[in-house]
């Protein structure tokens, strides 16, 4: 549900919450963007940092600067230019992904729970670009949105220790790339050369929250052909305007 005027709650001594609803769709997550974009662009020194969730907006503040109530009158005003200015138009950013075998060990299980082919599993992945609603969990994490429920896979029972960086996976209704190596419990499906966060870039994460991600199937053969371009820093990601709501 969207709520008719945004929520606005103490997230401590120097941070509020600006709620927006409670569901994760896009249209709120859209609401969340533009009131992110609208504080970037009025340039406001007493915010810290604006950190767009799926139905929410995290405001940090300095308190020697402004008053929780000041700050308040000050994004409900920002808030209101938000609708004055363009649309919005997402970056749908392309992932090159190898699925299956050692790359994507679950892909087999999340074919048979489904009643599906591994093939059927890997075009239904690729058929669509996934709204990226947040960052988290790790650097460069993204969270995304709009998984087809004839993949939706339980996530394991017991989480593998060890997940290699690059790693796509499935859990539930919802997919994502594991940025770095690191435990988790998500069905791997497959894997990408691409660094998600690197520390050399600036911005360092590869995605942000209210563009688009794109998997792009590649074979063996390509996804080592990526991986030495990206150890010498001559692959580029393809990335390309959204002129439709996916």
């Known amino acids: 549900m969207i709520y008719e005027r945004p929520r606005y709650l103490a997230g401590g001594d120097r941070a509020v919450f ?7 769709e896009p249209e709120l997550n859209r609401m969340v963007m533009r009131l992110h974009r609208a504080i970037q662009q009025a340039g406001m020194p007493e915010v810290v940092e604006a950190v767009p969730t799926y139905r929410s907006l995290l405001v940090y503040y300095e308190p020697s600067l402004i008053s929780p109530v000041e700050l308040r009158a ?49 075009d239904c992945h690729v058929s669509r670009a996934y709204l990226i609603y947040m960052l988290g969990f790790m650097p460069g994490f993204a969270y995304l949105g709009g998984m087809s429920s004839r993949i939706a896979t339980p996530r394991m029972t017991t989480p593998r220790s060890k997940i290699p960086a690059g790693s796509v996976g499935i859990a539930g209704h919802q997919t ?16 990408t050369p691409v660094e998600l966060f690197s520390v050399r870039r600036d911005p360092a994460a590869l995605l942000a929250a209210g563009d688009c991600v794109r998997f792009v199937p590649v074979d063996v053969e390509q996804f080592g052909t990526i991986c030495e371009e990206v150890r010498q820093g001559t692959y580029r990601v393809r990335s390309t305007p959204s002129l439709e709501e996916e």
């Open 18 to 24: 600006v709620e927006f609803g409670d569901a994760i």
């Open 74 to 122: 000050r994004l409900e005003l920002v808030s209101g230019d938000a609708g004055d200015g363009e649309a919005h138009v997402p970056i749908v950013v392309e992932i090159p992904t190898v699925y299956g075998g050692e790359y994507g060990p679950d892909l087999e299980f999340v074919a048979g729970h489904n009643g599906l082919s591994p093939r059927e599993v890997i």
């Open 176 to 191: 994502g790339i594991y940025p770095a190596e690191s435990p988790g419990g998500w069905r791997l499906i497959g894997r």
